[in-house]
């Protein structure tokens, strides 16, 4: 019912930056996309939120990447990207996007992105 695209992971030095988009494509039984985010991955990790959004434009954003991390959407589009500066080694992880939709039957869902790979060198 949804499907997410993700681009632009890749390998950065540290102190570098990257920018991820997730554009999310939805079928007719779709009545609206609401909050959308990005949660990522360490090896050997649980799954963390790093930030999300609201379709307002209300963001949260974790301690760890407040003041480097920015959270935009583009309702027009169906985007969510993330501007990732000042990264850090401890910033290297798979990042996944995450979309929370209303379905035309009223009920809410959730859907992940296969995942983009983020590697952050020091």
């Known amino acids: 019912q949804v499907q997410l695209v993700e681009s632009g992971g890749g390998l950065v030095q540290a102190g570098g930056s990257l920018r991820l988009s997730c554009t999310a494509s939805r079928s007719p039984s779709i009545r609206s996309i609401n909050n959308m985010g990005w949660y990522r991955q360490a090896p050997g990790k649980q799954r963390d939120l790093v930030a999300t959004?609201?379709?307002?434009?209300?963001?949260n954003l974790a301690e760890a990447v407040k003041g480097r991390f920015t959270i935009s959407r583009d309702n027009t589009k169906n985007t969510v990207s993330l501007q990732m500066n000042s990264l850090k080694p401890e910033d290297t992880a798979v990042y996944y996007c995450?979309?929370?939709?209303?379905?035309?039957?009223?009920?809410?869902?959730?859907?992940w992105g296969q995942g983009t790979q983020v590697t952050v060198s020091s």
């Open positions: 995450n979309v929370w939709v209303t379905t035309t039957g009223g009920n809410f869902q959730d859907t």
């Open positions: 959004i609201t379709r307002s434009g209300i963001t």
